[in-house]
């Protein structure tokens, strides 16, 4: 059905994770999907169910000794001592049971979503559990194991030659992973706005990694400074991304739209609320539709408050993927059946109160600092884009 | 690990004294270098940089300057006496040679043989090597008592958490402290949070990541 969003998603993608109390819990995904459903977003849009991907398909990316190393590590073959060599096994990325089929089907979600879109089949689609964008070629890494943006890239420029795709990463983490496996490549930009790694994982991202050879320009990157707030980060979007995109024409936009940027989240720094949850995709919405006609897939990412934070910041995504008014309040049904599981008080509202965050004590020369960095950018990185 | 040879290069251009400065630029800008060591009989006998080339010359432009590239020879400007490095020096001796001389680069003598060339671009990249700079991580900085024993109390909690330890530099506090030292740590995690939870715990002080 032209023009209708679809939203990629079945059970079997939940079970993606690492189990006990590994801050990565595909609990997120049900907390946001159940949100949807009980805000009535859902009502005119089934989901849409995906293959797992194959291993043709993770091999466009990924080695096949990796691919190897992760189905031997899931069916409990592999030894400690190898699989760390790859990344697994390791604090973050511990190994867990069928760990192969889990990663391949969050990857083959992204897939399916992107080629719903290409094929017409749907004008935006969002698949929520993807976004894993810290995966490496041969290494998993800050709880990626597959790289689904990544293997949906490769697949595309397989599938459509000569296909053009613009990759935006908001997620507070460096989207290091894609950016790698398309460094040197023209057809494919990367832009990923998070805060700097100099404060935090994976420690690069910095703005003079723009790419090289005929890639040279195709990476974007815009550090942030820790306590980046809202506006600061919004106004950062706007002087960045829209300038970047319309340089670069794509005919595709991939959004990895991680929400760990939010004051609450347990693993960084940085200070948004639920409104730039509603600023972002409003704003890579339009630019889909100014730039590509409306071609758009969006995929989670990071996201560590389960509760107050991920499912209203998905839920806000999903809305605008779907052309939906985000209603005012959380329902009640939901509010019932999660309180009693919930660690934390649960958000009566859809949106976060601006009074609840106070501007801190050195917002505005954190601001200056964001907005110098962005204007770096402008200066030193857009102009190499043709 | 971590000696002159493991960064330097071996295969240095090198001048005789009797080159002119043109085809001592020329060579420069070819092969993108600043530094040509000056080899007599096969001994070295000096060091010359593109600046000691360029404040010999004429600036561009100066009618004069196509004549002085021809007549000025190496031996005129080059440096006579050379601070040199051997291949089994510490790369923290070269690097603080090259702070204390305030230049930035030494050749590489094995005997009288010249046999490499480290430059602070050399020393830069050790560094980032060094630091684990150019992998992924999360940068964690703790106080540790300047006592025996603290850095390894820190490493092994970290150790316990199965967070691997990608590299650690200690250095001293700021003056006016209590006698301490700041670990300076990557750790191969996402998820610092949690292991400066347990380290709080155990009674270190942990400058970041902030705790919520």
């Known amino acids: 059905v032209t023009g209708k969003a679809a939203i990629v998603h079945d059970n079997a993608l939940e079970s993606y994770g690492f189990g006990g109390e590994h801050p990565f819990n595909p609990l997120r995904l049900r907390l946001t999907l159940e949100l949807c459903r009980d805000l009535g977003l859902l009502d005119s849009y089934p989901q849409t169910p995906s293959e797992p991907a194959t291993d043709g398909d993770l091999t466009t990316v990924h080695s096949l000794t990796y691919v190897r190393m992760v189905q031997a590590a899931g069916r409990g073959a592999a030894r400690i001592s190898r699989l760390l060599d790859y990344g697994l096994g390791s604090g973050d990325n511990p190994v867990f049971p069928d760990m192969h089929e889990a990663c391949a089907r969050v990857v083959g979600g992204v897939l399916e979503s992107c080629r719903l879109v290409m094929r017409g089949d749907a004008a935006h689609a969002m698949c929520v559990s993807g976004g894993l964008h810290h995966a490496m070629r041969s290494r998993a890494s800050g709880f990626c194991v597959y790289n689904d943006a990544g293997v949906a890239i490769a697949r595309l420029k397989e599938e459509h030659p000569g296909i053009r795709i613009a990759y935006v990463d908001t997620d507070a983490h460096h989207g290091d992973g894609v950016q790698w496996m398309f460094f040197e490549d023209p057809d494919v930009l990367t832009v990923s706005i998070h805060e700097s790694g100099r404060y935090i994982f994976p420690g690069r991202g910095e703005v003079h990694e723009k790419g090289r050879g005929e890639g040279k320009g195709y990476s974007v990157n815009v550090p942030l400074q820790p306590y980046t707030d809202d506006d600061s980060f919004i106004a950062t979007f706007e002087t960045v991304v829209p300038e970047a995109l319309r340089a670069f024409g794509p005919d595709l936009i991939l959004s990895q739209n991680g929400c760990d940027a939010h004051k609450l989240d347990p693993l960084t720094h940085l200070s948004a609320t639920t409104r730039l949850y509603e600023h972002l995709p409003a704003a890579i919405h339009d630019l889909a539709h100014e730039l590509c006609e409306g071609r758009w897939v969006a995929t989670g990412g990071g996201g560590y408050d389960i509760w107050r934070v991920v499912p209203r910041a998905w839920s806000a995504l999903w809305a605008a993927v779907s052309h939906q008014q985000l209603p005012k309040e959380i329902p009640e049904d939901w509010l019932e059946k999660w309180e009693a599981k919930s660690p934390v008080g649960l958000p009566r509202l859809v949106r976060d109160d601006p009074a609840d965050y106070p501007a801190g004590p050195r917002q505005a020369e954190i601001s200056d600092k964001n907005r110098r960095t962005a204007e770096e950018v402008i200066e030193k990185v857009l102009p190499l884009i043709r | ?212």
């Not at chain 2, 702070?99 to 480290?118: F, K, Y």
């Not at chain 2, 590299?167 to 191969?188: L, N, Y």
């Open chain 2, 1 to 212: 690990m971590l000696q002159v040879k493991d960064s330097m290069a071996r295969e240095v251009t090198t001048l005789s004294p009797g080159d002119t400065a043109g085809d001592a630029l020329a060579l420069c800008r070819e092969r993108r270098i600043r530094h040509l060591p000056v080899l007599e009989d096969g001994s070295l006998v000096g060091i010359v940089s593109d600046r000691d080339l360029r404040s010999a010359t004429p600036a561009f432009g100066d009618s004069a300057r196509a004549a002085a590239l021809a007549e000025v020879r190496v031996g005129d400007v080059m440096a006579r006496e050379v601070v040199t490095a051997r291949p089994d020096d510490p790369i923290d001796t070269a690097a603080n040679a090259m702070r204390e001389e305030r230049i930035n680069c030494l050749p590489v003598l094995e005997g009288d043989d010249l046999v490499g060339i480290v430059t602070s671009s050399d020393v830069m990249e050790s560094l980032v090597y060094l630091l684990g700079a150019h992998e992924p991580g999360s940068r964690m900085e703790i106080v540790v008592p300047d006592r025996p024993g603290t850095l390894a109390g820190v490493a092994g909690l970290i150790g316990e958490l199965g967070v691997n330890i990608v590299s650690v530099v200690t250095g001293p506090r700021q003056v006016g402290e209590p006698p301490s030292r700041v670990a300076v740590f990557r750790v191969d995690t996402i998820n610092p949070t949690h292991a400066a939870g347990v380290l709080e715990k155990a009674g270190y002080t942990v400058l970041w990541p902030p705790r919520p």
